[in-house]
């Protein structure tokens, strides 16, 4: 085979080299046909049996046909009958042929040899395939190669499209295999090793002028094909890093693919028998259970069966396993797939079964004659010369425009990995082709030692199960669980699952707010102490059930601030334009197929209108893992996403929006843009203008004086540990008014960006202005004259408001949006949102003035305590939902600490350097992560939470000491799952409490 493979890969390598543009070299199963055209095997007889009409893996049904084989073997009087099925039906068969073993003498299936499908078995080597290889870069390889459609790659990836699988896999390797011997050509010029393959040019040039299966003897029988075959062998073998490694395999479970179909097409049992060998690891590695147990069973028995059935054995060296239904070699096929092309294709069809009846009677009494009809079917095809078998796949393979077809796949597939990460190079990490995600080591540990996993799984289900029977045969089979690069996506079945908990757990806290509340006023506890606690694990005013920030259309903060404000019609064109670069990014609409062409595109849509000797700011957040953000960017990340590490400019795109959903991503996308904004093929763009480039705390200049290189440069004074781009874009625009520019233009659909640049518009030495919103839906404003407008008052007020009332890193407010907080601002009642981060400390007087702000939000500003309006509000038999209550003191002050940090970190966007961290600012810090620091006191009080733990189930009046609640004289309440005759209650559900309802808030 490795001769073949050198032959085949040198010979078209030669012709590149060459420049032949004329392909003569066929593809696989024509190659074949040539080489064994002298050796066309007789063709067989097919005869159809007499349909059972009853499900096929019921024991009756199974045994049935047991019986009709026995009766034909009789009729036919062989010594043996061979029946072959399915997994599924091969275990039956082998529990009733085992069971009558029990009898000794008296077994009537002794003459019975059971195989298992070729066929069915092909296609789980195909799934093991597709289940190893698919998220590693296999999928993106056969639908951008084009080598299936997008609708089938699915079904090939599962082994269910047996031709088109067989086929794309093929395609697959071949490319890889002229990848691989390319590299190993580089190894012998890099080593300066001659092992001759310049005089096997002449012979390979004849090859190709004459394919034949003497020309194949003849090359094959020269000592230095032998030669450079060992030294390929030997280079495939070395260790060359887990890349090399991985796709190695590919090649080699390719390899035992075509080896298991050659070996039925040319009737080679011993071969077979060493493919279903060397299949045993790959199944017990990737857990195909049934597989596992019953195909281990079949190689042992097959390999006995000398012994056993050596008339039947005999045969089966003679190559009678398969049918040959054509006339050409190469040509037959397994029993199974036969089965399949035969009565199944001549039954299973409109003509057949298909449109006759759903009566049962009426399928009965077609089932009595199908085999005779299909029979008859079969024998018109031939006599019309219809039934062409496997012929086509052979003999049409020999056609040059076939010839071509099949070099012409192989050559789109060769020319995308080109473009990929490269599958042989000498690398220490194992990467997917496209998508660039690196795997982990644990994962990167499984696929590198699935074989050798599997083979011991093998092994000791052989001596455990089979030889010693120290563990019964049909005894649960312990699964390897292997890891794949398919193991580190999400899985959305697993979001799914989440939202489903979420709903449940919603329904709970739901419940436990109102069975408290029923069990504080039952046992006549005060109800005004009571709820100055939450009564839950977070404050449902401000958080969501699972604890994620509250959310409110922050947007609409925009519709007041530019009420009656005109846009600006013309930009001055020596104007300084600051992009917010992930908000450009996530709106990208990629116009090319790969990482390089996308970089040209952005780089050529930020220098677009700008004139020579411009300057353009591309300004990217930052990615802490200790991020006040980061809850926030969880929920917008996809469920499928997954982190893809950007290679080089050649790497194919992905899908955009699952990468861009993503913060690694993110990261690896800026460093590979300032990394490829460097080379000298993007300097022709720069054209005299400069390009700044944050890239974590650190900013570049770019420049390009002569057109033909990049210079870059580290600019100190952008230096900044802002993680938000929001805040750094007026860092930036700072740095360029004392630079000397008058204008400078910001470009950010973000509302934070407006009230930030209201703040600092004063504080700027230029005229600012601001591009905001999306699509269609844009506005172009001046920033300094708006502020100028809303006067220093509300400019000043805005950082804080817009915090306390939610942000991306601060949650709202229930049922209480920004728009009625505004209107108390512009009255003169928000005073104290001006002091909201002024300074990190938050002292008593702030913590009260929020608190007092926060009653007006409610409506009630002569009320002065929170805890009191709560209490108020819960009282009003209007209120419906329990998070329609502020939230107490205790959450408030926190929900303060961190609109305050929030409000700080905006306030100070002009300042370079270092930033606080908000550890013990409304956060806390566990690990390397930041967590809500929503209430600092307990759910609920400790007399309550001790009523809790009394309750009774009784089935009488509760009228006793038998009753819990009778016992400690209180009084029962909906907690209790005591009967309706229950004596002991004085309120009889939480729907009776003032302001409760136990329904799901909306």
């Known amino acids: 085979c490795v001769c073949v493979c050198v032959c085949v890969c040198f010979a078209d390598a030669v012709s590149e080299s060459v420049g032949s543009s004329v392909p003569t070299i066929p593809e696989w199963s024509a190659f074949n046909s040539v080489l064994l055209q002298q050796e066309v095997p007789p063709s067989s007889r097919v005869g159809y049996l007499p349909v059972i009409n009853a499900p096929s893996t019921e024991l009756r049904t199974c045994a049935q046909v047991l019986n009709n084989a026995i009766n034909v073997c009789d009729q036919l009087k062989q010594q043996d009958v061979v029946v072959v099925a399915d997994q599924a039906i091969y275990a039956k068969l082998q529990d009733i042929v085992w069971q009558d073993r029990t009898r000794g003498d008296e077994a009537i299936y002794s003459r019975v040899v059971l195989r298992m499908g070729t066929f069915h078995t092909i296609g789980v080597l195909l799934a093991v395939i597709g289940k190893r290889f698919a998220d590693a870069g296999l999928h993106q390889l056969l639908v951008d190669g084009e080598v299936v459609n997008a609708g089938s790659a699915a079904a090939v990836l599962d082994g269910k499209h ?47 002028q004459e394919l034949s299966d003497l ?29 090399f490694q991985f796709w190695s395999s590919y090649i080699d479970m390719v390899s035992l693919l075509r080896c298991l179909i050659r070996a039925t097409r040319q009737g080679n049992w011993h071969l077979h028998l060493q493919c279903i060998y060397r299949l045993l690891p790959w199944v017990f590695a990737y857990d195909r259970t049934n597989y596992c147990r019953y195909l281990s069973v079949y190689l042992c028995e097959m390999l006995m069966l000398h012994r056993t059935h050596p008339g039947a054995a005999e045969e089966m060296e ?72 496997d012929e086509s796949v052979t003999s049409g393979g020999m056609h040059t425009s076939a010839i071509r077809s099949s070099h012409a796949a192989v050559q789109k597939v060769r020319t995308l990995l080109d473009g990929t990460v490269n599958p042989f190079a000498p690398s220490t990490e194992l990467i997917s082709l496209f998508s660039g995600v690196k795997a982990t080591d644990v994962v990167m540990a499984d696929l590198l030692q699935a074989h050798v996993k599997g083979h011991q799984a093998f092994e000791d289900f052989l001596q455990k199960r089979l030889v010693s029977q120290a563990v019964e045969f049909h005894a649960r089979l312990p699964q390897l669980g292997l890891k794949t690069f398919t193991s580190q996506k999400k899985d959305a079945k697993a979001s799914a699952s989440s ?24 046992r006549q506890l005060d109800m005004k102490d009571v709820l100055t606690y939450e009564l839950g694990d977070h404050p449902y005013s401000l958080a969501t059930v699972d604890g994620a920030l509250k959310k409110t259309a922050k947007s609409k903060l925009l519709r007041p601030l530019l009420k009656n404000v ?61 991020s006040i953000k980061s809850i926030e960017r969880l929920r917008r990340a996809q469920p499928s996403s997954q982190v893809v590490r950007v290679t080089g ?80 874009m007026f860092l930036h625009a700072f740095h360029a008014a004392s630079q000397g520019a008058a204008t400078v233009l910001i470009k950010s659909p973000d509302t ?92 008593a007087d702030l913590l009260n003035a929020c608190e007092k702000f926060l009653c007006a939000m409610y409506g009630k500003a002569t009320v002065t305590s929170i805890n009191d309006l709560r209490y108020k509000l819960f009282c009003q038999v209007s209120r419906t939902s329990y998070a329609d209550l502020p939230p107490t003191q205790d959450a408030l002050h926190q929900h303060t600490h961190r609109s305050n940090f929030q409000a700080h970190l905006w306030k100070t966007c002009l300042q370079a350097g270092p930033v606080p961290h908000p550890d013990g600012n409304g956060w806390r810090l566990n690990g390397n992560q930041l967590a809500i620091v929503w209430k600092l006191k307990a759910p609920a009080p400790q007399a309550l939470m001790q009523h809790v733990l009394v309750h009774c189930g009784c089935n009488g009046g509760c009228s006793s000491a038998r009753c819990k609640c009778y016992k400690e004289k209180v009084k029962c309440t909906d907690v209790c799952a005591c009967s309706a005759a229950c004596t002991n209650r004085t309120i009889a559900a939480a729907d009776n409490i003032p302001g409760m309802d136990s329904g799901d808030e909306s």
């Open 162 to 208: 047996y031709n088109r699988a067989v086929r794309s896999h093929i395609v697959i390797a071949e490319a890889l295999e002229h990848l691989r011997w390319r590299h190993f050509e580089d190894s012998l010029a890099e080593n300066d090793n001659d092992i001759g393959l310049d005089d096997l040019e002449p012979s390979l040039s004849h090859l190709r």
């Open 215 to 243: 020309s194949i003897k003849n090359l094959s029988s020269r000592q230095l094909l032998t030669t450079i075959g060992n030294a390929y062998a030997d280079f495939c073998a070395s260790d060359h890093g887990p890349m």
């Open 318 to 389: 003679k190559g009678e396993f398969c049918v040959q239904r054509s006339r050409n070699a190469f040509a037959q096929v397994p029993v199974d797939q036969a089965l399949e092309q035969t009565i199944n294709r001549d039954t299973k069809v409109s003509g057949g079964i298909i449109g006759i009846s759903l009566s049962p009677a009426a399928v009965e009494r077609w089932m009595l004659t199908a085999h005779l009809r299909a029979n008859y079917t079969r024998a018109c095809k031939e006599l019309a010369n219809l039934s062409c078998g």
């Open 499 to 522: 939202s489903q908990a979420a709903a449940n757990v919603a329904k709970a806290h739901s419940h436990l707010f109102a069975h408290l509340a029923v069990i504080a006023q039952t």
């Open 566 to 626: 005109e846009d600006v019609t013309l930009i001055p064109s020596e104007a300084v334009v600051i992009v917010d670069a992930m908000a450009a990014l996530q709106s990208l609409k990629p116009t090319g197929t790969t990482f390089g062409s996308l970089g040209m595109q952005v780089l050529g849509s930020l220098f677009a209108k700008i004139p020579e000797g411009g300057r353009v700011d591309f300004v990217a957040d930052q990615y802490p893992s200790d």
């Open 649 to 728: 400019p050649d790497q194919k795109l992905p899908q955009w929006k699952a990468f861009m959903s993503v913060s690694q991503n993110k990261v690896s996308l800026i460093d590979f843009l300032v990394s490829f904004w460097t080379t000298p093929p993007v300097a022709h763009l720069f054209k005299q203008r400069s390009l700044y480039i944050t890239v974590r705390e650190q900013c570049q200049r770019l420049a390009s004086p002569d057109g033909k290189s990049i210079v870059s440069t580290i600019v100190s004074e952008l230096e900044s540990q802002q993680e938000e781009a929001d805040t750094r």
């Open 752 to 843: 934070d960006v407006a009230v930030i640049g209201l703040y600092v518009a004063t504080k700027v030495p230029c005229s600012l202005l601001l591009r905001t919103g999306t699509g269609q839906h844009t506005r172009l404003f001046s920033l300094t004259q708006l502020s100028q407008s809303l006067g220093p008052d509300v400019c000043a007020a805005l950082p804080g408001f817009h915090a306390f009332t939610g942000c991306d890193t601060v949650s709202a407010i229930a049922n209480r949006g920004k728009m009625a907080a505004y209107k108390l601002v512009t009255s003169g009642q928000g005073n104290v949102m001006q002091q909201l981060g002024d300074s990190l400390a938050v002292g």
